[in-house]
């Protein structure tokens, strides 16, 4: 069973930019999370997405946004890129069925750097 | 959501037994509690889970006292490669629209 996928890996833009990052989850799971990761602020909840429909939203500026497609495919948008935006933004996938809370899976990253 | 209180790191020898724990005081009725592990520049990977009493699986043990305002994640003879970040969650089963909110988490350093 493929994994979560992130692409691109790795992105460098300037200030002013704009930049989309994708995430394909794992098949069959139809709830995608967002977070971003620096070393100051640690794991932050973006948003999570389920079925097209974002359910949560957390504490970002309205220059991040995002999209969930009828295959739960999933991309972020982050406009007017500042320096304070560097950091490594993961995504999670999870079945909500079953027992017991959701387990989250993440993919390995997509590493964008502000200039 | 419930509140996690972790320490921010521990440090351990190789073959010693690790335990972890986590405060979360206002753990709601529904609410289970998972671990994760990351590595630099990887993404947060599941331990494990449980709800009460005790889980074990092949790589870690979880505690749960009858109260369930704490847990501890313990993790048998610990080797090099369990260096990494340890993160506590408290959530609810499959409650919609959950966000998951990570804390500042425990860095555990292995040293031989």
């Known amino acids: 069973k493929a994994g979560v996928t992130q692409t691109p890996r790795y992105l460098i833009k300037t200030r002013g930019q704009q930049v989309t990052l994708s995430c394909s989850p794992i098949?069959?799971?139809?709830?995608v999370s967002w977070y971003q990761q620096t070393p100051g602020q640690g794991l932050q909840f973006l948003f999570e997405y389920f079925s097209e429909t974002q359910r949560n939203k957390g504490n970002f500026p309205g220059r991040f946004s995002g999209r969930q497609f009828s295959n739960s495919r999933s991309e972020m948008n982050v406009s007017t890129l500042e320096l304070g935006d560097s950091a490594l933004y993961l995504c999670?996938?999870?079945?909500?069925?079953?027992?017991?809370?959701?387990?989250?899976?993440f993919g390995a990253g997509s590493r964008l750097t502000v200039l | 959501l419930a509140k996690t209180t972790q320490p921010i790191s521990m440090d351990s020898y190789e073959g010693q037994e690790v335990n972890i724990t986590c405060s979360h005081n206002n753990i709601a009725t529904n609410d289970y509690i998972t671990w994760y592990q990351q590595f630099p520049s990887q993404g947060p990977r599941f331990i494990i889970q449980?709800?009460?009493t005790k889980v074990t699986n092949e790589v870690a043990s979880l505690f749960i006292p009858a109260d369930r305002k704490s847990s501890t994640l313990s993790l048998p003879r610990v080797s090099l490669s369990d260096t990494a970040v340890y993160y506590c969650?408290?959530?609810?089963?499959?409650?919609?629209?959950?966000?998951?909110?990570f804390g500042k988490g425990t860095t555990l350093s292995v040293s031989s």
């Open positions: 449980g709800y009460k």
């Open positions: 969650l408290v959530g609810g089963a499959n409650q919609a629209g959950t966000a998951l909110i």
């Open positions: 999670a996938s999870s079945w909500t069925g079953g027992s017991g809370a959701n387990v989250l899976t």
């Open positions: 098949s069959g799971h139809r709830s």
